[in-house]
């Protein structure tokens, strides 16, 4: 869709007009969907997160003033509802359910065992439906730059845009959420501290850097 | 199910962060379900919502305007009462404030043309135009409190008339 062409169907969606709403953000409702399959533990919660987020942004269409390109200013409106909708959610659901335990993370309890077990298929659903929930489990700011960068393959310079945030730190909340979902997904405790590895060579360094310096008299 | 079986196999656990990208790319391809069905109610929703609200405060006060009308349009006598209480209030505030503001002046004429009237053949005593001798005579709002010879004239001194520009 070129430019010209978005503009004119920002101006009609301004006005009021659905259908030229509808043609705006046609292209970018697999990702909006995707992205609140992250904040939701259903289909259907994930269906309604992501209507909310597209009515905001249909409500906010007004203040559109095209300093920026359309799909970030969308996605970025959809990331604050996200996020929104997870803090506002958190306490409720962190007094209703059981919490994540180490080592192991939320399957979809509608899911047959025997079904998934006699099929390959189902059973690599099944390994989804766990990565999914072991990523529901990341925090909101990593949560999301994972799924915008590692899911939906957006660059680093959209992300700073959308999150209003420098590169650096969107390099260090992807890095920080993959390590995350890694300890998740191994049935490691996420928040605890790992003692630096011996095998990694700059911490060889350091670590040998350090014996010296206590070996040595003061 | 066990505990064990919520976790993955051991051969796809993702050992390093490149591992758990590759395993989030996988996830690109999970297929959305009820993808019309998300459209219609998404078409509802939008249509249920009206216009949106123009972002300057003047579009915005025009769409409260016109939200205004349609509410008093429909069967809400309730909210058309309060809103015609409230204008009705406001009228009677600006008549009253204008009427206020209208008849300051006419009392201050009054005043003045009574008070001209009293002083009708009465010769208005000349005033004294004084120069000052010297600038430091006259310089700030200080009071002297010496003359010329540097004799103690006291505080309580009463101040110079000033001559008055003509």
């Known amino acids: ?218 | 199910l066990s505990a064990d079986d919520h976790t993955p196999p051991a051969n796809k656990l993702p050992s390093s962060p490149d591992d758990v990208r590759g395993v989030l790319r996988e996830l690109r391809d999970d297929p959305l379900a009820n993808e019309r069905e998300f459209t219609a109610q998404l078409h509802r929703r939008l249509v249920a919502a009206g216009a949106p609200p123009s972002a300057s405060w003047l579009g915005r006060l025009a769409d409260a305007a016109r939200e205004l009308w349609h509410d008093l349009r429909g069967d809400r006598a309730q909210k058309r009462s309060l809103v015609t209480g409230a204008l009705v209030g406001a009228l009677v505030t600006a008549v009253v404030f204008s009427w206020l503001s209208a008849s300051r002046p006419t009392r201050e004429a009054v005043r003045e043309a009574a008070s001209d009237e009293q002083t009708v053949g009465v010769a208005e005593p000349p005033r004294p135009v004084l120069r000052p001798d010297r600038k430091s005579h006259t310089a700030g709002d200080r009071r002297l409190t010496r003359d010329r010879m540097g004799v103690d004239i006291g505080a309580e001194r009463p101040e110079r008339a000033r001559p008055r520009p003509r």
Do not use: C
Request: net charge neutral.
């Open chain 1, 1 to 218: 869709m070129n430019s010209e062409l978005v503009e004119e169907l920002v101006r009609r969606a301004q006005q009021g007009d659905v259908p030229a709403f509808e043609r705006l953000i046609e292209a970018h409702i697999p990702l909006v969907r995707r992205f609140a399959r992250a904040f939701a533990r259903t289909h259907e919660a994930a269906g309604d997160l992501a209507q909310d987020a597209l009515i905001k942004v249909y409500r906010s269409i007004g203040g559109y003033r095209f300093q920026s390109s359309f799909s970030t200013w969308l996605y970025a409106i959809v990331r604050n509802v996200y996020l929104d909708d997870a803090r506002s959610r958190a306490g409720r659901d962190r007094a209703a359910e059981r919490p994540l335990e180490p080592g192991r993370v939320d399957a979809d309890p509608t899911a047959d065992p025997d079904a998934l077990r006699a099929d390959h298929r189902l059973e690599r659903e099944q390994t989804r439906r766990r990565v999914w929930a072991a990523l529901a489990a990341v925090p909101e700011d990593f949560r999301a730059t994972l799924v915008l960068f590692d899911i939906e393959g957006l660059t680093y310079e959209e992300i700073a845009a959308i999150e209003n945030a420098p590169l650096g730190t969107v390099k260090s909340r992807l890095s920080r959420g993959r390590e995350h979902l890694r300890r998740l997904l191994a049935g490691e405790d996420p928040l605890e501290e790992r003692p630096a590895a011996e095998d990694d060579p700059g911490n060889r360094e350091t670590l040998r850097f350090v014996r010296r310096k206590r070996t040595e008299p003061a």
